[in-house]
């Protein structure tokens, strides 16, 4: 990826701290908000050790994340080396497939 469209996704993914999550699997159809935070230039998500999330993600590590200016498609997948800020939280690392950005106007796509 140029680090011009780079940057562009990093300054909106910045924006929050909290996006919403999707999954899919052997829990069934599981949505909720989480934490996130870019590190490194990687996204990482903390999610609370006893969701169903956890578990969908095992099989089926394709995942959605949402807020209301962009939407990511990609997939998870636990980070055992990254420090989770609370104790409740386990760290998942998010591999982008596809950025959406949401505008009035229209949308914006960019493939990773």
């Known amino acids: 990826m140029n680090t011009h469209l780079r940057e562009r996704v990093e300054t909106l993914i910045q924006q929050y701290s909290e996006v919403t999550l999707?999954?899919?699997?052997?829990?069934?159809?599981?949505?909720?908000f989480v934490a996130c935070e870019l590190r490194d230039h990687?996204?990482?998500?903390?999610?609370?050790?006893?969701?169903?999330?956890?578990?969908?993600?095992?099989?089926?590590?394709?995942?959605?994340?949402?807020?209301?200016m962009w939407k990511l498609d990609g997939q998870a997948v636990l980070a055992d080396d990254v420090t989770a800020p609370y104790?409740?939280?386990?760290?998942?690392?998010?591999?982008?497939r596809r950025f959406t950005i949401l505008a009035a106007d229209g949308q914006s796509t960019i493939d990773f």
Do not use: K
């Open 22 to 32: 999707g999954t899919c699997g052997q829990a069934g159809p599981q949505i909720s």
């Open 42 to 68: 990687d996204l990482f998500l903390f999610v609370p050790r006893n969701s169903d999330h956890l578990f969908n993600l095992e099989g089926q590590p394709e995942i959605v994340l949402l807020t209301p």
């Open 87 to 96: 104790d409740w939280q386990t760290a998942v690392h998010v591999h982008p």
